[in-house]
Structures are given as C-alpha cells and as structure tokens.
C-alpha cells in the first residue's frame, strides 16, 4: 500500500490574529492552536529566526490584514504532523510585487525533524493547494548552491531553475490558471 502522506502532515494558514501570537512567542501560538510545545532550533544561520520575525510584522501581517479571504496567498503556514501533534516547521509566501503574480517560497524545518522529508511534503501540498486555486502566479524559490536538499525538494514540486548569481540559484515554477 503506498502511503500518500506518511508523516500525517497538514499546513496550517495563520490569520492576522494567529500571526500576531507568533510574533509575541511561538509558545503561546502553540497553546493556543492546540499543539505540543517543543524546543525549536533551526540550522545554519543564528539570525534566520530573527529575521523571520522582522518578516512576519512586516510583510505577513499587514498583507494578511490587507488581503481578506485571500490571506493564503501572503501567509506563514505550519507544517504540523498530527500524528505527534507538532508544528514541525513552516513553510511561507510572500508577495515580490504587491500582488499575487509572483511569490516567494521559502520554508525550515526544527533540526529535530530535519531529513524526514517534512519540507519535501509540505512543498508538495502547498504546490497541489496553488494548482487547485486555478490562478496565473508564479512561485519563485532560493537556495544556496550547496544545499542539495532543498534543490532536489524543488525539482521534484516541478521547479525549474531560472538563474544563478553567486553563491544562490533562483528557482521558478509557473502555474498558469
């Protein structure tokens, strides 16, 4: 029997008041949704949590206040697997251009949960959740020249590479309508 989604992985979309919990502490959003609470760490660079915060009250929240009932298209989502009740990591959309024509991906996983295939999931739901919205976008995705993972999680959602500068590869899929 093949197994579709063997993590029992689900995103989550948080509204503007479920981002305005993150911001004040991923513990109290925990409680509040019903998770367990873990220690969450994350690899490679000490500021990414940082600068993921600064996102979030910057770009998330006035976009998903903004947006109304298209607040998806601009949000943090959680990648939560229900079969341990843990928000594993997150997987977002921003907007380049103010609009939904053009997004950036971006995603991370706790380092607990790392290599178990949660990003590669999660992708392949938010790429399935975006082609069943039948609207012209395309998602725009970065990764470094030496994360091998993340590209190979790319290629396999349908990503095709668009350029390479320096030490990044700018990766691209375009979904027509």
Not at 146 to 173: D, E, H, P, T, V
Request: glycine letters at 8%; proline letters at 3%.
């Amino acid at each position: 029997m093949l197994k579709r989604n063997p993590h029992h992985v689900i995103l989550y979309p948080l509204n503007a008041e479920e981002i305005g919990w993150l911001i004040q502490g991923r513990e109290k959003l925990e409680k509040k949704l019903g998770l367990s609470s873990i220690p969450f760490d994350v690899s490679g660079d000490e500021s990414f949590l940082q600068k993921f915060e600064i996102n979030l009250k910057t770009h998330h929240l006035p976009w998903v206040k903004e947006s109304g009932d298209s607040f998806k298209w601009f949000t943090h989502w959680l990648i939560i697997d229900q079969s341990i009740n843990v928000a594993v990591g997150g997987i977002s959309l921003n907007s380049l251009d103010g609009s939904i024509s053009q997004l950036e991906m971006s995603y991370f996983v706790n380092v607990r949960y790392e290599n178990h295939g949660y990003a590669g999931e999660a992708c392949r739901i938010l790429m399935h959740w975006i082609h069943t919205e039948k609207r012209p976008v395309e998602i725009i995705a970065d990764t470094e020249i030496r994360s091998f993972a993340s590209q190979k999680i790319l290629k396999k959602n349908g990503f095709q590479i668009r350029l390479q500068s320096g030490n990044i590869i700018r990766w691209s899929r375009v979904f027509i309508g």
